[in-house]
């Protein structure tokens, strides 16, 4: 069994900061790409940021705003969100492509969802 367990979200106003983090726990052999999505009431889920490796990648509408990190010695990525926008909006989910000692097998891992929402 392998889980992700969310953290960080709220309520703040636009211009202010926010940090989610999200952990992996359980069977796990390695965990390899890791990242965040988000998905405003409406529309499809969309990559927010990811990072494999040392190469992290983001979104146009987040660049310069947002930054993806992780600790490989806890299993735990973050996203510091800066200057946040009320289009930001959304529940943000924690994605992992893990490998899983019990099954043998690598597969995709989410959390549960984090409310994010920036009032104007």
């Known amino acids: 069994q392998v889980q992700l367990v969310e953290s960080g979200g709220g309520l703040v106003q636009a211009g202010g900061s926010l940090r989610l983090s999200c952990a992996a726990s359980?069977?796990?052999?390695?965990?390899?790409?890791m990242g965040w999505y988000r998905q405003a009431p409406g529309k499809q889920r969309e990559l927010v940021a990811a990072i494999s490796g040392r190469s992290p990648n983001y979104a146009d509408s987040v660049k310069g705003r947002f930054t993806i990190s992780r600790d490989n010695a806890k299993n735990t990525v973050y996203l510091q969100m800066n200057s946040l926008k009320p289009e930001d909006t959304a529940v943000y989910y924690c994605?992992?492509?893990?490998?899983?000692?019990?099954?043998?097998?690598?597969?995709?891992?989410w959390g549960q969802g984090t409310q994010v929402t920036v009032s104007s």
């Open positions: 359980g069977s796990i052999f390695s965990v390899n790409a």
């Open positions: 994605n992992a492509v893990i490998s899983n000692w019990h099954s043998g097998r690598t597969d995709d891992y």
